[in-house]
């Protein structure tokens, strides 16, 4: 145990990026120091110096400070050497490496918005929702939802049987799907996923509540 790096995870209370990679830690058993920041303070010149982005999650590991949420995600699971999490072979790397990259660019950078619009704004006192990006948001779920929808019909999680790291990323925002306007009726496949990553232990665990962030 003596070799096992100090790790250190600075996040917001409710980031669903911090979440994703909480679930990580939680589901490979590390013990991580998490450091919950005000979401105020990340705009400070000090949280600046920790992430110049001005955004969490970060990860310590020795000086060493590693940011983006997805990266952070391969490096814990590499780190432990959970095959399983995270798979060894070309495909099943370049499987995750498609999912992440698609949930960021696409899938979640439209939900994700829609969830900081309809309930980040007014919690965190930003005025109001605004239309145009709303409705922006709507566009693109139901862009991109029917490309998930169609993956999903035959399989339990994104690579197959297996969770994966890819799964937690893609599943991000699932507990807000009953809070923003977006219609998931035409999607079973979908909501099926997301309900089974919703019903995992450690999922359960990290993310028992909608929270009012979306960074």
């Given at each position: ?39 105020g ?28 949420s ?10 432990a050497?959970?095959e ?7 495909r ?5 490496a ?13 939900f ?13 006192k ?5 239309p145009?990006a ?13 490309v ?27 507990s807000?799907?009953?809070?923003t ?12 996923y ?7 232990e ?14």
């Amino acid at each position: 145990m003596s070799n096992v790096p100090m790790l250190k995870l600075h996040t917001v209370a409710g980031s669903p990026n911090g979440r994703k990679v909480e679930a990580v830690i939680a589901h490979l058993g590390l013990k991580v120091e998490i450091l919950r920041h005000d979401f105020g303070e990340l705009a400070s010149p000090a949280f600046k110096a920790i992430n110049p982005n001005g955004m969490v999650p970060v990860l310590a590991v020795e000086g060493y400070r590693l940011t983006e949420s997805n990266a952070i995600m391969q490096y814990l699971a590499e780190m432990a050497g959970d095959e399983r999490l995270y798979p060894r072979d070309a495909r099943g790397r370049a499987e995750v490496a498609r999912w992440q990259a698609w949930e960021l660019v696409h899938f979640n950078r439209a939900f994700g918005a829609l969830a900081f619009e309809i309930v980040a704004k007014p919690l965190l006192k930003l005025g109001p929702a605004d239309p145009v990006a709303v409705a922006e948001a709507q566009v693109g779920l139901a862009r991109f939802a029917p490309v998930l929808e169609a993956h999903m019909k035959d399989r339990s999680f994104l690579l197959g049987d297996n969770l994966t790291i890819a799964d937690y990323s893609v599943a991000t925002f699932e507990s807000y799907r009953t809070i923003t306007p977006f219609d998931w009726s035409p999607f079973p496949a979908v909501n099926a996923y997301l309900d089974r990553v919703h019903a995992t232990e450690v999922w359960r665990r990290v993310s028992a509540k909608p929270e009012p962030v979306a960074v």
